[in-house]
């Protein structure tokens, strides 16, 4: 339910984990939170990268600390450091897992057209 939900959004993703949803995102299988790396929410929210790039709770954690910004508050916290260390740990899986993906076709090619140029030279 969605109990549970906000349970699961509160729980800092690890590095590993994040990767794995990273790699999954960049692929473009599955949708990932730019903030956190969760991969479920009810609600995909605006972020700083665009449209529908946050989980509900992360966009509402965003659009708080906005407004307590221009209120003069500060919302820095340790979690919120925690989030940023994991959140440049997803995006350097995410352009190695975009790296390898081009790496792949860019392999892939090179073998296709090495077997239709061997199919159009002339027997020995």
Do not use: F, Y
Request: charge should be positive.
């Amino acid at each position: 339910g969605r109990g549970q939900h906000g349970r699961q959004q509160a729980t800092v993703q690890s590095a590993d984990q994040l990767a794995a949803a990273a790699a999954a995102a960049a692929a473009g299988k599955v949708k990932m939170c730019m903030q956190c790396g969760t991969t479920k929410t009810p609600q995909w929210r605006e972020g700083p990268m665009g449209p529908k790039t946050l989980c509900n709770a992360c966009g509402v954690k965003r659009v708080r600390a906005l407004k307590a910004m221009q209120q003069g508050r500060s919302g820095h916290s340790a979690h919120s450091k925690k989030a940023a260390s994991n959140r440049q740990a997803a995006a350097a899986a995410a352009a190695a897992a975009v790296a390898r993906t081009e790496s792949m076709e860019i392999a892939s090619t090179l073998q296709m057209l090495a077997g239709q140029a061997a199919a159009a030279a002339p027997p020995p």
